[in-house]
């Protein structure tokens, strides 16, 4: 906000804030056409305003990948960390043990009690944004000596938005090796995703809904005698989400998700 010839003008400016960022807005005033003097005090930014080290991920970035959409499958982006661990699909952040990170969607803990891997409490088309925090992080979080995952879900506009995904496998587009005796079957399979959100009140109050389904059959084969078998899944996700603007600068959100293996 600014004052021209006696009157205060507003210019809007529009920014994207990163999940659990800083961003700077740098402003651009000009030259009015009055003679008075302005004299602005201002503190000097620090030359480091954001010690905390690490990655943020959009949906946008992660689907142009040909990468699976886990957290754990998004995190390996970032540098600091490894998948060499002793159990699949855990990470090594920062060289702390596989067990001791933090995963976390919309703010709550969604760990394994066992592993520290994160639980399916989450729908991949319904994630947002990632971020990897591998070093320098706040005691906020608390809970581990490696890193920390962190993930936001996408919450209703005012315009109505959705989206469908399908995910096509099939046992027989792999070829079997040699040691196999059994070629692998012929069975289409899907897991279904599916995001809708809108307005229920413009500028006020918004909702998000998500639902995954998946109905899959993996194939393997013992080891010793090559014997082919399946492992069969039948999982349902769902998640709600009401988003509402109490006052400028007050929103509260309140988000429900829930797996059914």
């Not at 998948?83 to 933090?102: E, H, K, S, W």
């Not at 012929?186 to 995001?195: F, I």
Request: overall charge negative.
């Amino acid at each position: 906000t600014r004052r021209v010839n006696g009157v205060l003008a507003t210019t809007p400016e529009r920014t994207i804030v990163a999940l659990g960022r800083t961003t700077t807005v740098d402003a651009v005033m000009a030259i009015a056409g009055v003679a008075e003097a302005v004299t602005v005090h201002a503190e000097a930014t620090p030359v480091l305003n954001n010690p905390v080290v690490g990655a943020n991920f959009t949906n946008e970035e992660v689907n142009a990948l040909p990468l699976g959409r886990t957290p754990q499958n998004i995190a390996e982006l970032s540098p600091g960390l490894t998948d060499n661990t002793p159990n699949a699909g855990q990470l090594t952040i920062a060289g702390g043990f596989a067990f001791d990170n933090v995963f976390l969607v919309d703010g709550v803990d969604i760990n394994d009690n066992f592993f520290a891997t994160a639980n399916n409490l989450f729908i991949e088309d319904a994630v947002e944004e990632t971020q990897v925090l591998t070093s320098g992080i706040s005691a906020e979080y608390g809970r581990f000596s490696g890193g920390v995952v962190n993930l936001i879900t996408k919450r209703g506009g005012n315009r109505f938005s959705g989206s469908y995904r399908a995910n096509l496998t099939n046992p027989s587009w792999v070829d079997e090796t040699p040691f196999e005796t059994t070629a692998r079957r012929d069975d289409l399979q899907m897991v279904h995703e599916a995001t809708l959100g809108g307005p229920i009140r413009h500028d006020r109050l918004w909702f998000f809904t998500a639902g995954r389904h998946e109905s899959t059959a993996t194939p393997y084969n013992f080891v010793d005698t090559a014997v082919p078998g399946a492992a069969g899944v039948n999982e349902k996700r769902i998640e709600v989400k009401l988003t509402g603007n109490i006052a400028n600068a007050h929103t509260l959100q309140g988000s429900f998700i829930n797996a059914d293996l």
